[in-house]
């Protein structure tokens, strides 16, 4: 017989299965099915759909910028300055606001010998990310198995010394274990000394994590800058191209001649690009609950 186990908080005998999960059998005989657990947590290699980021959307705004300068655009340095300066607010279209009139001296030299036009203002939105990824990662699943099934005779305690426990014969296959909820170090008595531990089931927080896209780069603004003679933008005086990297500085030919309106066209937002990181897998799966069983050899 048995020994009964000294540490009450162990189960009465059970027989016990242990071997592959998916060939767990059902209780030998007449003995009912107790529970089954498991252990050799199988978790599937998984990836995620990679993440990707749309082109930038933004916006461009006219140069804030306009100066006349009494002297060529290679000579600038040092030469007097005249404002030509648009509105505060200005979306581009025609303006005669600070206007600078015809033969204006600048210490015995015209005014307007050159004019120089600021960048576009640019501002970028951002990228958008793709989304979450919607790939399914495969479920872990269980490499072994312990069935448990009923393992007291029915006369129980009757016929057996104090410290005994009346069992049934192990079917080929089973052992005579006791059980304990958790993880336990030690088995409670002498005779159920393998120690095995399963588990009742598993935690699985994997996940792709969510996509994100980085700084912009590479967008551009460019714009058609063009200044007049007249305050209504009839009077054509000189255009240039300008972008939001580069200003322009026009020389004046010939010299003296008033800048009277300006106006910006064909304001073009050119789209850039962002580098996309997350879309990796995090979390974990692993087996929760444990439960030891301690068994005759």
Known sequence: MPLRP???????????????????????GNLLHQFTRYRNLIVPAASCDACTCSSSTGSC??????????????????AAETPFTPPDVWDGACTAENAVPASLDCGGVPCVQSLTVGKLGKTDGGCAPSAPSTLPLPEPHWGEAAVACEGLEDTGLAACADDEMCVPLADAGYQSC????????????????????YYRTFTNTRTCTACSCGDVEGSACTAAVTAYKDDACGAFLLGTSVSSDKGACIDMSPAGQPLGSKRVTDLLYTSGTCAPSGGEL????EPSEPITFCCVP
């Not at 071997?19 to 030998?28: E, I, Q, S």
Request: proline share 11%; charged share 10%; aromatic share 12%.
């Open 61 to 78: 705004a006219p140069p804030s910028t306009f100066v006349a300068h009494a002297a060529v655009c290679d000579l600038v340095s040092g």
């Open 178 to 197: 006791v059980f304990l909820e958790g993880d336990s170090t030690t088995c409670p008595t002498e005779g159920y000394t393998e120690r095995h531990v």
């Open 6 to 28: 000294t540490n009450y908080a162990w189960s009465f005998p059970h027989l016990v299965w242990f071997g592959p999960a998916d060939m767990a059998p059902t209780c030998p």
């Open 282 to 285: 995090e979390g974990v799966a």
